[in-house]
């Protein structure tokens, strides 16, 4: 079926690695961030999220880094496994709204 | 339990239609959304309703668009007059709060096509 990882950078590791993917944010008012996981076919899925009173914080097998310095953000993945295979999205809200904008996207490709 | 349920899952329309998306949100979240995503695009906003009312529509593109959930529960996104820039997939999450920091839960999307 049709990819959503059509045309979006790519980023390839090996199983057993761990994966860093990364995010730059365009609105400093952003105060709440999220990392979605997206399968081909299937809606986004939540993964992890960061408010911005924190620069770190750590879930199973994933941590979200957040500078706000820079207006930066990335998803690290531990020990990386085929069933992560997808497009991972992060998202930011404006304090008091509701209203996600999601970015781009990187398609991950774990090598058996 | 059951999660957010979107139908039909694929429509095939000609430029000009009318066309009616439906969402089922997870039994008693408050807030719903939609969202259109493009092929190799992150999921664009919509709009977003709090119980019955649409409490932020910034995102729809024009009046050609309309969206309703007349009793908190089930909404339907009705595009008219449809246009083959609108071929997407539009997909619908629920949350269970008000608050902006509660995980939303997103449908399978219903995939549009205007030929």
């Known amino acids: 079926g049709e990819s959503v990882g059509l045309h979006l950078p790519t980023l390839s590791v090996q199983e057993g690695d761990n994966s860093i993917i990364n995010c730059a944010y365009s609105?400093?008012?952003?105060?709440?961030f999220i990392w979605y996981k997206q399968e081909s076919g299937k809606g986004p899925q939540f993964i992890i999220d960061?408010?911005?009173?924190?620069d770190k914080r750590q879930g199973q097998r994933v941590t979200v880094l957040l500078n706000k310095t820079v207006k930066h953000l990335s998803l690290q993945i531990a020990a990386t496994q085929p069933g992560d295979s997808a497009v991972y999205f992060c998202?930011?809200?404006?304090?008091?709204?509701?209203?996600?904008?999601f970015g781009t996207g990187t398609k991950l490709q774990v090598i058996p | 339990g059951a999660g957010v349920s979107q139908t039909p899952s694929n429509k095939v329309t000609e430029k000009g239609k009318y066309v009616e998306l439906r969402c089922d949100p997870i039994?008693?979240?408050?807030?719903l959304y939609w969202y259109r995503q493009s092929l190799g695009q992150g999921p664009e906003f919509l709009i977003y309703?709090?119980?019955?009312?649409?409490?932020?529509d910034s995102g729809l593109p024009n009046d050609r668009f309309f969206a309703v959930r007349p009793e908190g529960s089930v909404s339907t996104l009705k595009i008219q007059r449809t246009e083959r820039g609108d071929s997407a997939v539009y997909l619908c999450?629920?949350?269970?709060?008000?608050?902006?920091?509660?995980?939303?839960?997103f449908g399978p999307g219903t995939r549009l096509t205007v030929l």
């Open positions: 960061i408010r911005s009173n924190m």
């Open positions: 309703f709090q119980g019955t009312g649409a409490a932020d």
């Open positions: 609105n400093s008012a952003s105060d709440y």
């Open positions: 039994s008693g979240h408050t807030a």
């Open positions: 998202a930011e809200n404006l304090r008091g709204y509701q209203k996600v904008t």
């Open positions: 999450a629920s949350s269970p709060g008000t608050s902006a920091y509660n995980e939303q839960f």
